[in-house]
């Protein structure tokens, strides 16, 4: 390559030049070899001398096959040349060789013509008829030197690369079938470059070294001659330029040839990862067995270039230094040279290692690979509670882009050749090459390859979703289910169940699940996932068999030991009679119901055993136990006869000693009766409680006797004898009683005397001892005059004698102890202070204080019963004063453990009062309590003490209702302020905000440390801070109110939502989607919008789940947060896409028929323009003919047949609703339409006739639908209504409607007026989704005030929605007399035509389409009469009863039924004979509500039963209704009234099974028993609940009104759980 670039390069002649472009040989079409190629040259070259250059690009696979040319390696391919040798040679004397070898050629060429070969004849081309001329034969030879001097083994074939570019320019459909062509043309590219290479060499070699190609003006641009004359200041720089070149390039070197030869030819193909390899495994790698590949693969290419390359590199320089081929002048520059062309080698080794790793994973589309890639393993593994990969992406990504960094790594070992060949000076601190591959490129490869890995990891994550109807077991909620299956006490059936479910998801697992699946680049093995679930699976089922074996095992155990109990108590010999009769009686029951249900239990344990034997192995042990329970049936018969034996056995020896007991219990009473005379002797009182205890010890045996009677005749009765009576025992005891409650009394008094005398003076009660004393004077009293009538005066010893005396002494004693009551009163006072000692003790002059020593009879010792009047005055205010003493103390003693109850708050980190009810009750009852006690005479002792609690419990009430006023405002601003959003917004009121948190933290932190209620009043402080708190908290409040006004006025729906409300979206602006639960009350229809990932709206959805499609997406990050500004931003777009919507139905009307038309549109825009086109054509009809007419109508009928027979079909829950709609207007358009026919309304006049005018029609014009009626006209709202039902149109409907529609003409309100349940609120309703109009329906109170209805104006005025003010004249007359202005107000600034004006203060932009309606029940009670000023201002309507018939009759159409009118006129006569014949009760109601509740029931039964008899449907429909509602003597009637409607309709009884079921246990659970009534109002509520949205329970006490719904409840409850455990 050196030798080429300095040699010259040569010409041949001018001739020869311009004679070559003429005469060059013409291709035939059909291509095939040329003859000189036949021919081998007449002369040899040295094949060393000439190095061919091999091609930089690779080959590729292609389409086509190509022919190679590699000649040129042929001889490179010899084992026995040794390679590197003969390139170091080769380029050793580069410029000599070169010169010899044109010299050889010149040399052969110069020869004379008799020694030359000459070329054939063939090849020469005749001239003239003389023979070819000089120059001919000069051209002639010249090309015959070309094709025949040039040994092709030294051109440089064609590279495929070129060949490949040029087929690239020719398009596919070129190429398609044209192979055979393309080869051939491929060929002749490569002969015409061959030859052309050719040319070039023997040009090069004719060419005269001495000859200057600059000195050949024929070949100068006229450029290059001018300059050639003009002075060249640039020409010595340009020499100098050009040997500094000459000096300084070192990549013509020999040896720098030869180091890219050597990698050219004998490392280009090598790569750090052999792909080969890696494409021939015919399996999917392991990631591990990947990764160790490449590792192994690099490796090897590591010692390649370490112990190959190198060293030849090494050998080379080696040999160049030796040849003089290195200049020692420049060596580091020279080997820094060297080190960049390696290093470029090096970077293109693991720049195409890189591209050939990246196109393993992502190839071209248009490359086949010779195998295809098997990519790789992954198993889908059970991990916890969790599916997971195995190995996860995350793993792939890090092994598989790690390869990038290895090969970066691999190729920065390789040391610098200078290094090793001399010790150059810093060469350590450049000791390896470092090839520099961009970041940017690998990353960019990594990338790539990432995303293929993720992208093909989608597949298998898809997968997974197969294992989701397990999730049950994956998370382990099935284990948490079966952990409380068996914590719960469970049926063997039920556990039973279980076990064949999960038995059965176990199969299913196994056996239903693929186990290896290939997704994409990914093997996907769910083998051990499979396992897995089936192991848990089969655990949970393994785990309910040892339950159920247990429990088996327990039963059996149980059922053995009951019979082992009844025979061990049959075979017993009874003890006594009791025993006796005991086991008679048991084993009676046993035989006639126990032994029974132990067989019934035998029948059960069978059935456990069959099944247990089916899943389980059974133990030896559990073997002999079920044995042994089926054997006890059999062995009980014998023991039942030995039982009997033994009982009449028993029964004798029984009563022969029953008869023997008898005997000697006579004796006994005998004795006892002698014992009672000694009673009659003891007359001692000294000796009295020796008589107690004698007479203790014999009523004690009179008790043991009565138990004996009463055990003898259980004897008696049991034998069946006659019952033995013993008087004489009782005689006894009556004797005996009066003795005994005489000594009773005696010995108590004696002892309580003894102990008021002598005891503890304070220890006294005065009322204990007056209670005392009088109990005993009364039962001595009593007894005395008990033993006086016993007493015989003949007899010498009197009985009762001794008794008597007694008494009499007893009470003498007492009489005189109550002669010193009044003293004990007065001294043993418990009030009694030193104070009153002190005035005591003066009255008497002598100290009568008493000490410890102090006793009842010293002071009775006194004689101060003289003064016993003045010392009862002094007691009298003693006990005054104590009773306020103990009232203080008791008040003290009721706040001792009275605590504030304080609960955590949120996760705020402190507490609120819970509740201070209680302690509320408390402080109001003393605080009155204290103030009446600082009234009474007695309270100075205590005064200043009862004024500081007085004072105490004031400031504790001051402190509670501050304490509770901060608190309801905390609570209701923390939520707020806690949002960052909004203390952004509000920096001041979050200023304050943060002072009055601070204060309740550190208030609620000091309570929390001491919760009594009175430690309060010890906070440093605490009134001061809480009315200062209560101060800020309100600023704040003004401030918010602020704020959210500004919030409102910017979007003025805001003013439909509460504070709350309002409040909840602006906290959480970050988060658009915590809008939507609050949508729908701003927006008609809107209920949820589509948010992207990016939090772009796109689409918004109805209540009824109907989607439309926004024709701008909305940004919310672009409003930054406030959400008002992307609200209205949706506002604007919604009434462009509804216009859009209703556009694009419109045009699609035409095209489409109209049974598909309807099903393909929003149910809006079907509505609006199926009404748009009636309108159209009804006007074009009029005009034209009465035949259009009549066409028209009877097309209409047709429309209504196809819509009502898609009804009836299988319908979306969306389109049924609009088909249902469409039915009510297209039903109400045809009668319209019929009218005028019948009418007459045609002609050029007839669209300007009344009846036709009198309608709601809809046009149009300018682009925008327009809605008129008679001469008003309304703009279409294009407000989106969702997908909602219609109203049906009766006259009274169209009359309320044109009322309203020109009140609004005029720019007044409308005012319908008549009873409940005549359609006013709805009508308006309808007649805003008629005109797209948002309508607000307000309830109104007699607590609504005028600021709470101007807030709703503005809102109103602003956004032009519509508002119906329901019940309005239950407002209070003088909010009424305020609202009148404010209405006034609105419609003065709409007939103005003005955009803005002031309301209450505030400038307000006003939408002119904003209307004010109220309805009213006039005659009610609670109802005002509307001022003049304000009846001014609406136009009324009167709604009387609507048509019954005609509404049921449409509706019923449109629920799809066929026989709707004769249906319709049975449910008004139904409800006519109900209000005629039954009884009248308050709830009772046959209006229109009652008659919309039947039409309900009869859709959704229609809807659930569609080819059930219609009457059927019907009946029960009137009856699930109704019935609940009757009164018992109604209900005979209203069947009459049912069946003489519907003659031979029998219902059929409905399937409650589950529901009774459920109801059952319920009632078990509560007590109570399910009656059949009970079950029939429980079944009647249920039915009641499908058809109403709310409903009252009446009835009597106790009638289980409440029991009732609270067991459907739990019945609903519990069904709904065995639903949801049944998903599982």
Known sequence: MATLQKTPVGSISSTAQETHITILPQLPEKRSKPEWSKHPPPFKTDANDVIPVPPTGSPRDDAFRRKRYDTGRKKSENPGIDASAKRSAAFQKPKKDRDNFRDALINILMQEQGETTLPPEDIVTPGDVDGPSKQEKDIVRYYYYIHHGIDTEHVAPMEDLWLDNVLGLVPNTLKDGLADYIELLSDEMREDYLLSVKKAIVDFVLRDQREREEDDDSLLTPTMRELKVVPKPWAKSFVQARQAMQKHLYITNPTMCAVLDTWNYSFGALRLVDMDEVLAREESFELSNFQSLCMRHVETAKDTLLKKWFPEVQNIFYQGNKNKQISHSHLEAFFNSVSILMTNQLRDLCMNSIFDYHRLYCPPKDMIWKHEFQGFIV???????????????????????????????????????????????GARSKATLKPVIAEEHIQRNKEAVCAVIRKSFIPAQEHTKFYEKYDFLINREAEEFVEKFLGEEHTFQEMKDQVVRFKDLADEITYNSQKVIRLGMFELHCDELIRALAKRAETLYSRILIKMSKTNMDLNKELCEEYSAIANKALATPASTEALMELKQYIQNVQQTTIYDLEERILA?????????????????????????????????????????????????????????????????????????????????????????????????????????????????????????????????????????????????????????????????????????????????????????????????????????????????????????????????????????????????????????????????????????????????????????????KMLEEWTDMEFSLIPYRETGTCILSSVDDIQTILDDQIVKTQTMRGSPFIKPFEQEIKEWEEKLITLQEIIDEWLKVQATWLYLEPIFSSPDIMAQMPEEGRRFNAVDKNWRDIMKSVMLDRHVLAVLEIDKILDRLKKSNELLELILKGLNEYLEKKRLYFPRFFFLSNDELLEILSETKDPTRVQPHLKKCFEGIATLNFTEAMDITHMNSSEGENVHLIETISTAKARGAVEKWLLELEG????????????????????????????????????????????????????????MTEYYELNNRQIDDIVELVRGKLSKQNRVTLGALVVLDVHARDVLKDLCEKGVTGMSGPNDFQWLSQLRYYWEDDNMTTRMINAELKYGYEYLGNSGRLVITPLTDRCYR???????????????????????????????????????????????????????KGLASCGAWSCFDEFNRIDLEVLSVVAQQILTIQKAIASGAEKFVFEGTELNIDPTCAVFITMNPGYAGRSELPDNLKALFRTVAMMVPDYAMIAEIMLYSSGFVNARPLSIKIVATYTLCS??????????????????????????????????????????INDVNLPKFLGHDLPLFAGITSDLFPGIELPQPDYGILTDAIRDNCEKRNLQMTKPFLDKVLQIYEMMLVRHGFMIVGEPFGGKTSSYKVLAGALSDIAEKVQALRV
């Open 379 to 425: 198993r889908l593994v059970l991990e916890g509670s969790k599916m997971s990969f195995e190995p996860s992406c995350e793993d792939f990504e890090t092994v598989l882009l790690n390869v990038f960094d290895v090969f970066v790594k691999a190729v920065s070992l390789v040391p610098r050749v200078e290094t090793k060949l001399y010790p150059v000076e």
């Open 1476 to 1517: 005629e014949q039954l009884s009248s009760q308050s709830h009772y109601d046959y209006g229109m509500r009652a008659v919309k509740s039947v039409l309900t029931a009869a859709a959704n039964l229609k809807l659930k039963y569609p080819d059930t008899d219609e009457s059927i449907l019907m009946l029960r429909s």
């Open 1299 to 1353: 009322t309203l529609f020109c009140a609004l003409d005029l720019h007044l309100g409308g005012a319908p007026e008549g009873p409940a349940g005549t359609g006013k609120t709805e009508t308006t309703k309808d007649l805003a989704k008629a005109v797209a109009k948002q309508c607000v329906v307000f309830n109104c109170s007699d607590g609504l005030d005028y600021l709470a209805l101007g807030k709703f104006f």
């Open 605 to 889: 344990a069978k059935k456990r055993l069959e099944f247990l034997v089916d899943f389980t192995s059974m133990s030896p042990a559990e073997m002999r136990l079920n044995a042994e329970a089926f054997n006890w049936h059999t062995r009980m018969p014998p023991i039942f006869e030995e039982h009997e034996e033994i009982i009449q056995s028993s029964k004798r020896q029984a009563e022969n000693a029953l008869k023997m007991r008898r005997e000697r219990f006579l004796e006994e009473l005998e004795g006892y009766n002698k014992q009672l005379e000694e009673f009659e002797t003891f007359g001692d009182l000294s000796d009295i409680t020796r008589y107690l205890k004698k007479a203790q010890g014999l009523n004690t045996r009179l008790e043991t006797a009565q138990e004996k009677i009463e055990q003898f005749n259980l004897e008696e009765e049991a034998f069946e004898w006659e019952l033995s009576k013993y008087p004489l025992r009782k005689k006894v005891l009556d004797t005996l009683t009066p003795y005994l409650k005489l000594y009773e009394v005696t010995v108590e008094f004696q002892q309580k005397y003894k102990s008021w005398m002598d005891g503890a003076f304070d220890a006294i009660d005065p009322d204990d001892v007056q209670g005392e004393v009088d109990n005993v004077w009364r039962t001595l009293y009593k007894l005395e005059r008990t033993f006086a009538q016993k007493a015989n005066p003949e007899a010498m010893c009197q009985k009762g004698a001794a008794g008597k005396s007694i008494a009499a002494k007893m009470k003498d004693k007492v009489s005189d102890f109550k002669g010193n009551l009044p003293l004990i009163q007065c001294i043993c006072n418990k009030g009694m202070r030193d104070r009153h000692w002190e005035k005591m003790s003066q009255i008497v002059e002598f100290s009568i204080k008493p000490d410890q020593d102090t006793t009842l009879r010293k002071m009775i010792d006194l004689n101060l019963e003289p003064y016993l009047e003045k010392f009862e005055a002094i007691a009298e205010a003693a006990t005054k004063e104590f009773g306020l003493e103990k009232a203080m103390q």
């Open 1133 to 1188: 777009i919604m009434i462009k896409s509804i216009w859009q919507v209703i556009k694009e139905a419109k045009e699609d009307y035409l095209k489409t028929k109209r049974v598909e038309w309807v099903r393909n549109h929003a149910g809006q825009s079907i509505l609006c323009v199926s009404q748009y086109y009636w309108s159209k054509y009804v006007t074009e009809a009029i005009i034209k003919s009465p035949e259009a």
